[in-house]
């Protein structure tokens, strides 16, 4: 639909680069305003699909809203939008259960993505230090999301082939994101990480109209 392809657009061709724009000249407040602002447009996908095709959707679109809160707060409270985002992830989850059966695929998936993040807090343990209580507790609901998401590839559904596919990205740029939180990073990495999270959340979106 050409509106979707405009909210796509409004994303990445005017929400992503004024955001990191305005973050690089010390003006967050109005950068992260529309760096939610971008969450919200997939935020606005799945809502339109709740109330036009499946109120499951809701869940969805509450997990989304969370995001585009958490994007907002990560800036100035970083603890606080991170939980935020876990409780946008508890949602996410509750969703992705919810429309599809769970499967071999979600178990493998979930033991991947976990063999992987224990892997990576294994090798930056002493960056990470006294906080790795509180980034094992994020990384679960981390995994368990992204791992219901890749799950709904066993459908073989367009939906669940966004919805996994989703997944991946957001697995990818939280992993991009931890190394930028513990290791001296290039600009060009901010671009990576914001690029494959904002598709993320624009598939789970897609996705939901798909149903």
Excluded: N
Excluded at 37 to 58: E, K, N, S
Excluded at 93 to 109: M, T
Excluded at 112 to 141: D, E, H, N
Excluded at 159 to 177: E, K, N, R, T
Aim: with cysteine; charged share 10%.
């Amino acid at each position: 639909m050409i509106w979707i392809a405009g909210l796509c657009v409004i994303v990445y061709g005017v929400c992503l680069p004024l955001y990191l724009h305005y973050k690089r000249s010390q003006k967050l407040f109005l950068g992260c305003a529309f760096k939610s602002l971008g969450t919200l447009c997939a935020f606005t996908m799945a809502l339109i699909a709740a109330i036009r095709l499946d109120p499951r959707c809701y869940i969805c679109a509450g997990a989304i809203l969370l995001y585009a809160i958490a994007d907002y707060l990560l800036e100035f409270q970083f603890m606080l939008g991170a939980g935020f985002f876990l409780a946008g992830h508890i949602l996410a989850i509750a969703f992705f259960f919810s429309v599809f059966p769970f499967s071999v695929l979600h178990i493998v998936a979930i033991i991947l993505l976990a063999a992987t993040t224990g892997f990576s807090f294994w090798f930056c343990r002493k960056q990470i230090g006294k906080q790795m209580p509180v980034f094992i507790v994020y990384a679960l609901s981390l995994v368990v999301m992204c791992g219901a998401a890749i799950g709904c590839f066993s459908a073989y559904t367009t939906a669940g082939i966004l919805f996994a596919c989703g997944g991946v990205l957001f697995f990818f740029s939280d992993s991009l994101l931890l190394r930028r939180l513990l290791f001296a990073s290039s600009s060009s990495l901010d671009w990576v990480v914001m690029i494959t999270y904002y598709a993320s959340v624009l598939l789970f979106g897609i996705g939901c109209l798909q149903l």
